[in-house]
């Protein structure tokens, strides 16, 4: 019996600190973005009509297609099938993952300063994360799109950003290490892009 009261009550005690970093991650987050993160979804994705369905279809004829899928439909910003489109954004590639919210904030803050959008390059995702970062929108509404570590820093060299190891993310670098590209589109079977025309990061 006392051997079951010392589990629950570290079990107990596991709990509360995990919630307690929850509030502290998502405190952190609120003031770098400057809102409440409720305030910032994104909204659903809408049906493209004939004319935005072409054009799209067409960016997709033009560009390569690489390997680096949506990570989840959710950030989706054209339904049927779930397809993410973005112009003008900063790309972070991290073909050693990514671990927290927080190594992203300095990336996901710089994105909003500058109204630009946030491609994440990732061989995977943390559902928790995955759930934070779908309530950052706005300016800085992210686009995770998930690749191996060899299509992550091939998509670095295209778009002229520097692979981001845990360290740079850890150390708040990663800002430094962005690529650009003019627009991307994503779904369920890879992305196209086009790096000719991207702003260089601020």
């Not at 800002?175 to 627009?183: F, I, K």
Request: proline share 9%.
């Amino acid at each position: 019996m006392r051997g079951f009261l010392v589990v629950l009550l570290v079990g107990l005690v596991l709990l509360a600190l995990a919630a307690w970093r929850d509030r502290q991650t998502r405190r952190i987050a609120e003031g770098r973005l400057g809102a409440p993160l409720e305030s910032l979804t994104p909204p659903s994705p809408s049906d493209p009509d004939a004319g935005q369905r072409e054009a799209l279809e067409s960016f997709r004829a033009s560009q390569p297609r690489y390997d680096a899928v949506l990570a989840d439909q959710r950030f989706a910003s054209w339904a049927k099938p779930p397809t993410a489109e973005a112009a003008q954004v900063d790309l972070l590639c991290c073909p050693e993952g990514v671990g927290s919210l927080r190594e992203l904030l300095p990336s996901l803050q710089k994105a909003r300063a500058s109204h630009r959008g946030l491609v994440l390059v990732c061989p995977g995702f943390d559902e928790d994360l995955l759930t934070h970062l779908v309530t950052t929108g706005g300016p800085a509404r992210p686009v995770p799109l998930l690749a191996s570590p060899q299509t992550c820093r091939e998509l670095a060299d295209l778009t002229g950003a520097t692979p981001a190891d845990r360290t740079d993310l850890q150390s708040g670098a990663a800002p430094r290490l962005h690529g650009t590209a003019r627009r991307v589109v994503a779904d369920a079977t890879g992305c196209w892009l086009d790096a000719s025309l991207g702003e260089p990061p601020a």
